[in-house]
């Protein structure tokens, strides 16, 4: 199986997937950033497919075969997306169903989208976490793979409640990953 990583930041995922071992082909970016030079270290091919319009005229759907044509390019089986911050089309779920895996970082089905450690913490929640799921063309409503429970704590702001959660995440999704690419043998 060989495994592609989407990533917009500085790579802490990223390193604790190829801390595993895993068949990480490529890795691709929204934005120059951290992750790329990670993969290049690692001698992982680092492409940056780059989002440079953030307006309402983006053209998501011919961003998105842009993904998919550099994931097809490296012959990607299972794609890892570790912190991307573009969402993608239809088209990447059309190609990668069943085969695209996201970590968020709130116990899902609550606090979907970007600022989920914040509105959990505005809601005033007393426990959350990642969760490891599947990728459907719904953002952050696909099938749960795993999840696990972080504590709030009083004194949390949202940057310490999220190191706390990444610390979690950094463990669990290359576990999952991991499982995957076992079951594919």
């Known amino acids: 199986m060989r495994v592609g990583v989407l990533a917009s930041g500085s790579g802490t995922i990223l390193q604790a997937l190829l801390a595993r071992n895993l068949p990480i082909v490529a890795v691709l970016a929204d934005r120059p950033c951290g992750a790329l030079d990670i993969a290049r270290e690692h001698g992982v091919a680092a492409d940056l497919v780059e989002r440079s319009d953030f307006g309402p005229d983006f053209d998501r759907v011919a961003y998105t075969h842009d993904v998919v044509d550099v994931l097809r390019r490296h012959d990607v089986d299972l794609v890892a997306i570790a912190g991307f911050g573009t969402i993608l089309s239809k088209p990447f779920v059309d190609a990668f169903g069943g085969r695209a895996v996201n970590t968020h970082p709130a116990l899902l089905p609550s606090f979907k989208g970007w600022h989920a450690v914040r509105d959990a913490l505005e809601f005033g929640v007393k426990v959350t976490g990642p969760t ?54």
């Open 132 to 185: 490891i799921h599947l990728v459907t063309e719904d953002v952050d409503s696909g099938p749960i793979l795993a999840q696990e429970a972080v504590p709030v704590l009083d004194d949390d702001t949202e940057a310490t409640l999220h190191e706390r959660i990444k610390e979690v995440e950094r463990r669990l999704y290359p576990d999952v990953i991991e499982q995957l690419v076992k079951a594919s043998k």
